[in-house]
């Protein structure tokens, strides 16, 4: 068997548990109208919305932390600089936004954030361009999410299914 570099397995879960969160998003915010029946209503489909990227924001944080003190698999030959090149700035425009959103829907809010009913952080006081600014934020960065994980989608299939190599299996064989 080839012996391929892969992630180890907290990176792994930060990885597919924030997919999850992302995923729900998505999913909260393009059904809210039908999902608030279930859910009991529009305020219980936004404190999920907003615990959500609390958590999506913590995940994050966390792989900062875990990549500082364990780095990560170098998956891409040495040789195809282009693809590394794509690989380090998809996964850095990544970071960045996962912070860049949760934080800009906090500060576009003139309301305290509820995280789950349990935790409340107040709100910050600014003057309306500021909200108004922050939410075009929230905005535009949600849909360069969305923008930058459909290219994660081709580029891993691009490898699977053209490559053929392991960039995908690094990311989900069991250590």
Known sequence: MENYPEYNSKQKWLHWLT??????????????????????????IYLFH????????MLTILRFIVITEEGM??????????????SKSTQGFFYILLITVPLSGYLMSSRSLNIFGIISLPAIDMTNKMYQLFHVI??????????????????????????????LQSMLKGN
């Open 19 to 44: 997919f999850i969160l992302v995923f729900l998003e998505f999913i909260l915010l393009t059904f809210k109208v039908t999902l608030s029946q279930y859910l009991g209503g529009m305020f219980m």
């Open 50 to 57: 907003k615990s959500f990227g609390v958590v999506i924001v």
């Open 73 to 86: 698999p170098d998956v891409l030959p040495k040789d195809r600089k282009f693809q590394r090149i794509l």
């Open 138 to 167: 929230h905005k535009v960065s949600s849909y360069l999410l969305a923008v930058l994980f459909i290219l994660h989608i081709v580029g891993v299939s691009y490898h699977y299914f053209w490559i053929k190599d392991k960039v």
